[in-house]
Nanobody, 122 residues
Framework: VQLQASGGGKVQAGESLTLSCVAS?????MAWFRQAPGKPREFVGT???????YYAESVKGRFTLSGDSAKTTLYLQMNNLKPEDTARYYC????????????????????WGQGTQVTVSS
């Protein structure tokens, strides 16, 4: 599966952005991770196409995941962006069902996109 992410950019704090990730094939779930310079990769959220979305505590209430009817495109609506949201955002996917407690493990995902940069200035 190949993943193509897009939608990053530079915004002011409080503004919104929507990221998109298109998968070349069917998956069990798709997710977003992010990585800021000098920091480890961080889970943002995941959508299980069978039902259910999960978010990191740091983005709950501000970020929303959604997908298209074909279940091959993942959207991340990011509202009220903060400078600490600045990072490179990576789309990930996998084809293997797993218990929800492993959703935030990068190792749970077999496929990764190239990432898209989000920069939020204060």
């Amino acid at each position: 599966v190949q993943l193509q992410a897009s939608g990053g950019g530079k915004v002011q704090a409080g503004e919104s952005l929507t990221l998109s990730c298109v998968a070349s094939g069917r998956t069990f779930s798709m997710a977003w991770f992010r990585q800021a310079p000098g920091k480890p990769r961080e889970f943002v959220g995941t959508i299980m196409w069978s039902g259910g979305t999960y978010y990191a505590e740091s983005v709950k209430g501000r970020f929303t995941l959604s997908g298209d009817s074909a279940k091959t495109t993942l959207y991340l609506q990011m509202n009220n962006l903060k400078p600490e949201d600045t990072a490179r955002y990576y789309c990930a996917a996998d084809r293997t069902p797993r218990p929800p407690q492993y959703n935030d493990y990068a190792e749970s995902y077999d496929y990764w996109g190239q990432g898209t940069q989000v920069t939020v200035s204060s």
